[in-house]
């Protein structure tokens, strides 16, 4: 019998930043089973079909990843890479989460024309963003300021920038770094004035949970402190039955068995701002916990008023 040369199709979006996470994932998977054969399978999906409308009235939901997950569950692909503040908490059935990788830095950043930070930036400036997150952030710090929506890759944001249509944009540092454009940023965000998404700078590896041979050699890039600090974040999202499309934010960390997780709510016009921290060994109990505070504080009266906006 010759030695058994198998091929992984590996599904990723189109996107440069999707083709970049998904090349790191799979030279890391690679030193595992060099004589496997590797090859990139481009899909394009809804959410970068249709770029002439604002995500959250789409229902951004999974807008990134269904495509890729019916590849996947149909065996066109044999593992798919996404970020994961991109996937929704609801996954089909047959299909598990097999790592998530060592997180990047999670912090947005502020990029701006003329190189004023957040707090410096003239009354009246216009900061494009299309995250209902961010704006929330950005208007509760500076209501001066004007947000509107801008859609498209991290190229075409910043291009848009340069245009001179915004006179700031926020992106996420992690992907900027992973696409070598970490010298266009003016201000990395700290965390007090801009929690990010959930997940945010990490990505996921997806497979069918019955494929053995593959979920075994997925496991093995699995970084169990991202992962801990993740399964926190998403159990604190998931409590609000939301995705990246609601303004909540959240960030965990992880020392030794602990979890620190800071969870926030806002009103889109970052009137009211909801905030607070929980922390134990318990990931996914530490997120429910900061939902209910966040509850108690009233943030279902924020984002019922949220939902019935986006679905109008
Ligand atoms: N929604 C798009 C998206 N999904 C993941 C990232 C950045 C990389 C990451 O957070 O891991 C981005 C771009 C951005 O928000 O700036």
Request: hydrophobic share 40%; charged share 30%.
């Amino acid at each position: 019998m010759g030695k058994s040369v198998k091929t992984v199709s590996v599904g990723t979006r189109q996107s440069a930043l999707a083709q970049t996470q998904t090349r790191w994932v799979m030279d890391r998977l690679r030193e595992f089973q060099p004589d496997w054969e590797w090859r990139m399978e481009k899909i394009l999906t809804k959410g970068d079909r249709i770029l002439d409308v604002t995500l959250s009235k789409i229902g951004g939901k999974g807008l990134f990843i269904k495509e890729i997950e019916r590849a996947l569950l149909e065996g066109r692909i044999d593992l798919a890479v996404h970020s994961m503040k991109d996937l929704p908490a609801e996954m089909p059935e047959g299909l598990v989460v097999a790592a998530v990788t060592p997180r990047e830095d999670p912090r947005d950043c502020l990029i701006s024309r003329t190189g004023a930070g957040l707090d410096e930036l003239p009354a009246g400036s216009v900061v494009g963003t299309s995250s209902l997150r961010r704006q929330a952030q950005i208007l509760a710090r500076r209501p001066d300021l004007e947000v509107k929506p801008v859609r498209g890759n991290v190229d075409t944001r910043l291009r848009k920038l340069e245009e001179g249509r915004f006179d700031a944009v926020v992106l996420a540092r992690a992907g900027l770094s992973r696409l070598g454009l970490e010298d266009q940023i003016t201000e990395v965000l700290s965390f007090d004035k801009m929690l990010p998404a959930v997940g945010q700078g990490a990505l996921a590896v997806q497979c069918r949970g019955e494929d053995a041979s593959v979920l075994r050699l997925i496991r093995k890039i699995n970084d169990p402190h991202a992962e801990k600090a993740v399964r926190a974040e998403r159990a604190f999202l998931h409590a609000f039955e939301g995705g990246c499309h609601l303004p909540v934010a959240a960030y965990a960390q992880v020392e030794g068995e602990k979890v620190c997780l800071d969870g926030l709510v806002a009103s889109p016009d970052g009137r009211r701002v909801l905030r607070d921290r929980e922390e134990g060994n318990d990931a996914e109990a530490v997120g429910r916990r900061l939902a209910e505070k966040l509850l108690r504080l009233g943030a279902e009266e924020i984002l019922s008023a949220v939902r019935a906006e986006v679905e109008r």
